[in-house]
């Protein structure tokens, strides 16, 4: 049976002309805006050239304005921004300021117009060294559900406790910024109900948080490498306190070369810590309590925890299988070594003599980066293939060349041969030398790894 002919697409109004129809015109307003949505902020403008229809459409598509995509001068800028917020009808998908230095009036009024326009994602970067005040009108913007605030300065207002500033608040990261007191810092968390991830990168004015969170899964915290010479007597976060956290996942410390000691009271979801170090002056992990990585009580209470991260200058045996014992669950362990060994540090020396659960049930994957075959880092990995019976994979980043001569004396000298995993595979690959722990988009909980870098 023969099939009836197609009938043709008629040409909409603005076609632009001959024998193609503009077919891109036939679609609805709806998906019309949303396409402009996610071109540059001017090519989306020059649509309205094209005619009277489209005209309308980019003034009402959700709008995305970065200030880095306007080709003016800088002086320019709050100028044209201020243009733009005032002339688009529509609501505001994202704004992001990485050039501009706005007033103190230029900001507020954004603020305002973004609040309006139920402003959904928002970028600070003010390239200044001087912090970026930050107007009472930021609470106003309630529709925000993700927030980077860069070389800012909190609200005062921020301190009333009782107020829900942000309901659709997800993502927050505060980095080099100052709040004006601890009371602020706990304001904006108390005012944040929906917020998952957070990240704390250099905060200043707050010594002592305590997190208080019902939907917060990820935290992460870093604190500055040269505050001691350079922000003498700024007052930095010294105490992490996480009070009451039922659905923290990960908790991790970035530069923790100056602290800050933490104290996890309640998280009993809690699955991925580290990096821990012997800059983090004391670690407590409910009962469980460490001095610069020297046990001073054990407990195995952590069972939720299924990844620690742990920094030494001089991976040894005994310290390592200590905290092994606290995280009977362990499947990831990661050790990384420091470049230069301390001559204070104390040399250990430990033989097992009683079973480690981890050890014996769970460990899967250990990661030893920096490694270099040194005495001590030798008797770790040593340790961990006679010990760990269901391991998978041991990976060895290692920073010299990884010559075949150095591998063969290394694979000799581990004794591979007495795995008590028969299954496990183990792999040397060579690595640049780097002090990046992880990534700093590790807050973002859809990484599934942050410390597989």
């Known amino acids: 049976m023969a099939t009836a002919p197609a009938k043709p697409i008629p040409a909409a109004a603005g076609s632009c002309g001959g024998d193609d129809p503009d077919l891109i015109s036939l679609l609805p307003d709806c998906i019309l805006t949303t396409i402009l949505s996610l071109l540059p902020l001017l090519a989306a403008a020059r649509t309205q050239i094209l005619s009277r229809r489209w ?51 230029d900001l507020d ?112 915290v870093s604190v500055s490498l040269t505050r001691r010479r350079v922000l003498e007597g700024a007052e930095e976060l010294e105490h992490l306190i996480v009070e009451d956290a039922p659905a923290l996942e990960r908790l991790l410390a970035h530069d923790i070369n100056w602290g800050p000691s933490i104290n996890v009271m309640h998280a009993p979801r809690l699955q991925m810590l580290g990096y821990l170090g012997v800059g983090i002056p004391e670690l407590q992990l409910g009962s469980a309590l460490f001095r610069s990585m020297h046990a001073v009580r054990l407990s195995a209470e952590f069972r939720c925890v299924r990844t620690l991260a742990l920094e030494m200058a001089d991976p040894q045996v005994k310290p390592v299988a200590v905290f092994l014992r606290c995280f009977p669950c362990l499947e990831t362990l990661y050790v990384t070594s420091h470049m230069v060994v301390p001559q204070s540090m104390e040399i250990l020396n430990y033989e097992m003599d009683d079973p480690i659960e981890c050890l014996n049930y769970r460990l899967k994957t250990v990661v030893l980066k920096g490694y270099r075959g040194r005495k001590h880092e030798l008797q770790l990995a040593m340790f961990l293939v006679r010990s760990a019976r269901v391991l998978w994979v041991m990976k060895f980043l290692c920073e010299n060349d990884c010559n075949l001569s150095w591998l063969t004396n290394q694979k000799r000298r581990l004794l591979l041969d007495n795995r008590a995993s028969l299954g496990a595979q183990f792999v040397f690959q060579k690595i640049t030398k780097s002090y990046i722990r992880f990534l700093k988009q590790a807050s973002n909980i859809s990484l599934v790894d942050p410390f597989d870098t």
């Open 55 to 105: 005209r309308r459409l980019w003034p009402s598509a959700p709008l995305h304005l970065l200030d880095s995509h306007l080709q003016v001068p800088t002086s320019s800028l709050p100028a044209v921004v201020s243009r733009i917020l005032a002339s688009h009808r529509g609501n505001a998908a994202r704004f992001d300021i990485l050039l501009a230095r706005p007033s103190a009036a």
């Open 109 to 220: 009024s954004w603020l305002r117009s973004l609040a309006a326009k139920h402003l959904q994602e928002l970028v600070l970067r003010p390239p200044s060294d001087e912090p970026l005040r930050l107007p009472p009108s930021l609470l106003s913007c309630r529709s925000l559900r993700s927030a980077e605030l860069t070389n800012c300065r909190l609200p005062e207002d921020a301190a009333a406790v009782a107020e829900v500033y942000f309901p659709h608040l997800a993502e927050l990261t505060l980095r080099l910024s100052r709040v004006p007191a601890a009371a602020a810092l706990h304001g904006l968390l108390a005012g944040c109900p929906e917020l998952a991830s957070l990240s704390l990168d250099r905060v200043f004015g707050c010594r002592t948080l305590r997190v208080r969170s019902r939907s917060l899964r990820s935290l992460t």
